[in-house]
């Protein structure tokens, strides 16, 4: 039997439910007012610092909300970095003579609105990738509490120090950090790490399982060890977007990344294991092998 006959019986296990489509998009809710809390409270202390201005002018004076002035002026932190010291300026004050000067009185409060609009501009950025770090999470999630439930100890390699981690009691939200898994089975070693740009393939992918320790994956091996295309098992593609009008999308863009995959370890007479995986309609996070 093929091996993805184990998930897929009917065409009915591709279709999501209505219950997990409003699930994921509260889910996609709540961690754009999650990314948007930085935001609101850069806002109030703006508004603390602004509101000590008698006037629109005065604003240049304060050295600390310069920075702001020049979100508030719609530059972003990324064009920033491309301008020099006077465009900055020219910048503000064109905010301050256009905008916050006819505002009168209420020259604070357009202030905060046009720079929580570049903000808002800044966190839809992000929200473009956040149905993929939710899955991401949710799918490392299922990954460990495999692990927990059937005994097995593991490591986890922390994304911002690229540390390795042992197992520990409480492991509440350390999906949020994590970047790599690693265990032992049977004497053989399992580490699937995310979002890894494969030399062989030279794109970067969801889910790469390596038949390799944690040890041997460290900041001195990791290179050498991800150049050798023999140390790789499997490769899965990761979808979380949950819009049904985007569906098709998905299975188009897993398919054509998978397809370079297999294409790119012919070339070297290597074949492993793909995989897609995605929210199937119970809400169950599950492995559709044999894509390719």
Same mark, same amino acid.
């Given at each position: 039997? /093929? ?28 961690? /754009? ?43 972003? $932190? ?38 929580? &609009? ?28 495999? &692990? ?11 994304? &911002? ?5 042992? &197992? ?51 900041? /001195?091996?990791? /290179? ?18 949950? $819009? ?49």
């Amino acid at each position: 039997m /093929k091996s993805y006959l184990q998930h897929l019986k009917t065409y009915e296990d591709l279709i999501t439910s209505y219950e997990a489509v409003r699930a994921g998009f509260v889910a996609l809710a709540l961690e /754009k007012n999650r990314r948007a809390t930085p935001f609101v409270e850069q806002a109030r202390a703006l508004k603390i610092i602004a509101s000590t201005a008698k006037n629109p002018s005065e604003l240049l004076t304060i050295e600390d909300i310069q920075s702001a002035l020049l979100t508030a002026a719609g530059i972003s $932190d990324k064009a920033a970095v491309h301008l020099q010291t006077q465009d900055k300026q020219d910048a503000i004050q064109g905010l301050v003579q256009n905008f916050l000067e006819p505002a009168g009185e209420n020259f604070v409060e357009e202030l905060i609105y046009r720079f929580l &609009l570049t903000r808002g501009d800044t966190l839809g950025g992000s929200m473009r990738n956040a149905g993929g770090a939710i899955a991401q999470r949710k799918f490392s999630r299922t990954l460990i509490s495999t &692990l927990r439930v059937s005994g097995r100890s593991y490591e986890w390699l922390h994304s &911002l120090n690229n540390q390795w981690a042992t &197992l520990t009691e409480n492991d509440a939200d350390i999906e949020l950090y994590l970047r790599g898994l690693s265990w032992q089975k049977d004497e053989q070693c399992r580490t699937p790490i995310f979002n890894l740009t494969v030399p062989a393939v030279r794109n970067n992918i969801d889910s790469c399982l390596l038949n390799c320790s944690s040890t041997q994956i460290n900041k /001195k091996q990791a /290179k050498e060890i991800y150049q050798n295309p023999n140390n790789y098992l499997a490769f899965g593609e990761l979808k979380g977007g949950i $819009d049904p009008a985007g569906a098709d999308e998905h299975w188009k863009t897993a398919r054509t990344a998978l397809i370079r995959i297999h294409s790119a370890f012919a070339t070297i007479n290597l074949k492993p294991e793909l995989f897609l995986s995605e929210q199937l309609s119970k809400g169950k996070w599950q492995l559709k092998s044999g894509i390719c």
